[in-house]
């Protein structure tokens, strides 16, 4: 499933396409196919899955581009609109959710991970509305630290659809192990990037329920 998503992504993008988004360090499950929707629905529908760009948009007026971010500028003509959505999504609450309906855990970064749990609820988040908060952190280089364990958990992992605007989409944070082995990859990469950097802010942890 995996590697067929991956195929699929790489036929949709043009070579100069890919190196860019290798450039800017943007994992393939943060990139969104958003052929067919306007850009009020792809917008929402890609902060909601907190995607960074989307590809099957209208082409840019001044060269053509065809990615574009959340808000709909042209990623490649603004690449400083990357860079702040890069950092905005760094400041952040590394989590585990758990569905126990959907037998699934979902490893995400959120400004507020107590909050995005009411929205994985209400949105049905993997077709899910029990998603509890098992385990959330706040991380330097949120980002960077989910990439990581996105990679480190990649044997588990476990697509799960989700359904916006009459079109389906997989989620790619979704995986079949227990929240456990989540909460350890977590904790591992978070402690990691915070000894490399001794120099940003005291870190605030919070365990939210006994594992
Ligand atoms: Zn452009």
């Known amino acids: 499933m995996k ?25 393939p499950s943060k990139v ?9 629905d792809y917008s929402q529908t890609m902060r909601e899955l907190e995607l960074i760009i989307a590809f ?10 065809t990615l574009r971010t959340s808000a709909g500028h042209c990623a ?6 990357i860079a702040f959505i890069k950092r905005t999504y760094d400041e952040g609450d ?13 490893v ?6 107590k909050k995005r749990m009411d929205w994985l609820n209400e949105y049905r988040y ?18 960077r630290i989910e990439f990581l364990i996105h990679s480190d958990l990649v044997q588990h992992a476990k697509p799960c659809p989700y359904t916006k605007f009459g079109k389906q989409v997989w989620c790619k944070e ?25 120099s940003l802010p005291k870190e605030r942890n919070r365990r939210v329920k006994r594992l």
Not at 14 to 23: G, H, I, R, W, Y
Not at 94 to 106: C, H, P, T
Request: hydrophobic content about 40%.
């Open 3 to 27: 590697l067929l998503q991956m195929t699929k992504l790489m036929a949709a993008l043009s070579p100069e396409q890919t190196a860019f988004l290798k450039k800017q360090e943007i994992p």
């Open 32 to 40: 969104f196919d958003a052929s067919g929707l306007p850009r009020a």
């Open 56 to 65: 099957g948009v209208t082409p840019c007026g001044k060269a053509g581009h």
């Open 76 to 81: 490649q003509c603004n690449t400083q609109a």
């Open 94 to 106: 590394i989590y585990v959710a758990r569905s126990d309906r959907a037998k699934l855990v979902k």
């Open 108 to 113: 995400g970064v959120a400004s507020d991970a």
């Open 126 to 143: 993997g077709e899910a509305e029990d998603w509890i908060l098992v385990y959330s952190r706040r991380v330097p280089k949120a980002g």
């Open 174 to 198: 979704t995986y079949s192990c227990s929240s456990s082995v989540a909460v350890r990859a977590v904790n591992r990469r978070a402690d990691e990037t915070v000894t490399k950097d001794q």
